[in-house]
Nanobody
Framework: QVQLVESGGGLVQPGGSLRLSCAASGSIFRLNDMGWYRQAPGNKRELVAVIFSGGTTNYADSVKERFTISRDNVKNTVYLQMKSLKPEDTAVYYC???????????WGQGTQVTVSS
């Protein structure tokens, strides 16, 4: 059993910053890619950023130069530093982890990010 605990969401004004964290615990064998997705009301869930075990990162075009994904392999934690936030960044953010040793995907419970004045 693997548990994911997300934290860091909240209400922020446009131009502000937030840092999301997602910590995994339990029967983890080998975490490969770790990523963040988001879903706004009425929209499909979309990829925001992903970081692979070797450190390679990919970002959605809409967040490039504003968001930074990082990971701590000792703590089994993935982070998303968000800067210059815009109202269109408002969504529920989910972390997703892939354990390549168990061929399993795990999702966090979601954390709300609201960007509004």
């Amino acid at each position: 059993q693997v548990q994911l605990v997300e934290s860091g969401g909240g209400l922020v004004q446009p131009g502000g910053s937030l840092r999301l964290s997602c910590a995994a615990s339990g029967s983890i064998f080998r975490l490969n890619d770790m990523g963040w997705y988001r879903q706004a009301p009425g929209n499909k869930r979309e990829l925001v950023a992903v970081i692979f075990s070797g450190g390679t990162t990919n970002y959605a075009d809409s967040v490039k130069e504003r968001f930074t994904i990082s990971r701590d392999n000792v703590k089994n934690t993935v982070y998303l530093q968000m800067k210059s936030l815009k109202p269109e960044d408002t969504a529920v953010y989910y972390c997703r982890l892939y354990d390549s040793g168990r061929f399993s995907v795990y999702w966090g419970q979601g954390t709300q990010v609201t960007v509004s004045s």
